[in-house]
Every structure is written in structure tokens, then in C-alpha cells.
């Protein structure tokens, strides 16, 4: 967000927003500039992170969502919708509902920061989710630590088995790159890519961590 022509990050201001107990209004009004962005750029694909407190707690988000986008299967495809290990972790059944009812509107789900809390294979299944997304203090150090590559290895491959996109975060070096390749990681996010942006990032598809096209960085909003 722009405060005094400043540019804060979300590392900033969501600390404080769920402090005050105004997450509900921030999801609100990201969901409402993505849908804009969604209509505005055809060719572009956009993802968006929802807290604990609107995606297990309230349906007016979901309705906000649906009624945006609802039969136009065109937009749907092009949003993530991002969930944290936290949220998943939270209540399994009402997450489950979460994302069946995302996906029935032809949006993609995304796990975010996967392996910070410990969710067990048996949730991810039940989950049905899109997409993984590694939290990066299993990327960081994963050259030096062999545990942290033996965990990307497993993830991948489950993933990989179930069906189920992989995103390493925190990729800032090509050596990593080369790892997670090995490891079978499907997507990677990093500085290496691109910095946060308030503007549409483009990528080069030939710098890809798997098969397909590297992700960006997400412009902060």
C-alpha cells in the first residue's frame, strides 16, 4: 500500500491490521483491486492471499468473489487463491468446504508457506488444493542443509504424485534453481525472478525452474 506517497509492505501493516482486528476489511479491499485487475488484464494472472478470520469465519468474502466473477469461467481461471498453513491447519472440514467451493467456481487454491505448520499428508489430500507453495526456510538453506533438501524431495514428490503443483518461495540464487529442479519442484518464487511491483510483472519462460515458466514475484498491493 502507498501511505504518504511511501510504499508498505504487507510484512508491515497485516501484522497490525489482525491486531485491530481489520483483516476482514484489507481482504475486502485486495479482493476488490484484483477482480479490477482481472477485468483490466486479459492476459494476466493474479494471486491473492485470504486470512483465517474471512475464509473460515464469514461468507460475505466468498460472496463478494462469486458475484464478481461468477460465470465467467475466463476470470476464474486466471485468479490463485492463496490460503496459509495456518487456515488449513485451522479447521480441516471448514477449509475443505473453503476450497471445494473455490474450485467449483473455477478459481485455483494454493497452500501458502507449506511446512510452518505442519500440516500432515492426510490434510493436504483431503484438501484437494491446486497447488503447494514451500516456505522458503526449507529453500533458503536447502544447498548447505540436508534435511531441508530431503524435505523439498518428499514434498515434490507427493505433490508431483497427487497431482498437485509445487512453488518453491525465497529463490534468490541459480544454484538453488538447480536443486529444486532435481528435487522435482514444479514452480519457483524469489527475488532471483523478480522483485515485489506495484506493476504487472512479465517473466522470461525460458528461466523455469521445472517443465513450465518460472513464477514471479507478486506485485504488493
Known amino acids: 500500500v502507498r501511505t504518504n506517497d511511501k510504499v508498505v509492505s504487507a ?3 497485516v501484522p497490525v ?8 476489511y484489507l ?7 484484483v477482480v479490477e485487475s ?25 460472496d463478494t ?7 465467467r469461467p475466463d476470470l476464474a481461471r486466471r485468479l490463485i487463491v492463496e490460503i496459509t498453513e495456518t487456515v488449513a491447519i485451522t479447521d ?47 529453500v533458503r538453506d536447502a544447498l548447505a ?12 514428490g507427493l505433490c508431483n504424485d497427487l497431482g498437485v503443483a509445487t512453488v518453491a518461495e525465497m529463490i534468490e540464487d541459480e544454484e538453488t534453481v538447480g536443486l529444486l529442479r532435481k528435487c522435482g519442484v514444479t514452480y519457483g518464487q524469489g527475488f532471483l525472478f ?18 513450465t515458466a518460472a513464477m514471479r514475484e507478486r506485485p504488493s498491493i
Do not use: Q
Open 11 to 13: 510484512g508491515e501493516f
Open 92 to 138: 480441516v472440514e471448514a477449509s475443505i468446504r473453503f476450497v471445494a467451493d473455490l474450485r467449483a467456481l473455477g478459481c485455483r487454491v494454493a497452500i501458502d508457506d507449506f511446512g510452518a505448520g505442519y500440516t500432515s499428508f492426510r490434510n493436504l489430500r483431503l484438501l484437494d488444493v491446486d497447488m503447494v507453495k514451500i516456505d522458503g526456510s526449507y
Open 65 to 71: 468473489l462469486k458475484s464478481a466473477i461468477g460465470g
Open 38 to 62: 482481472l477485468y483490466a488484464n486479459p492476459g494476466a494472472s493474479f494471486s491473492l492471499n485470504v486470512s483465517v478470520s474471512t475464509a473460515l469465519l464469514s461468507n460475505d468474502w466468498f
Open 194 to 211: 523478480g522483485r515485489p511491483s506495484l506493476d504487472i510483472p512479465t517473466f522470461d519462460a525460458s528461466r523455469s525452474v521445472g517443465r
Open 27 to 33: 481482504d475486502h479491499r485486495v479482493l476488490g483491486l
Open 145 to 156: 542443509v540436508t534435511r531441508d533438501k530431503h524435505f523439498l524431495k518428499s514434498i515434490a
Open 17 to 24: 491490521a489482525e491486531k485491530l482486528g481489520l483483516t476482514r
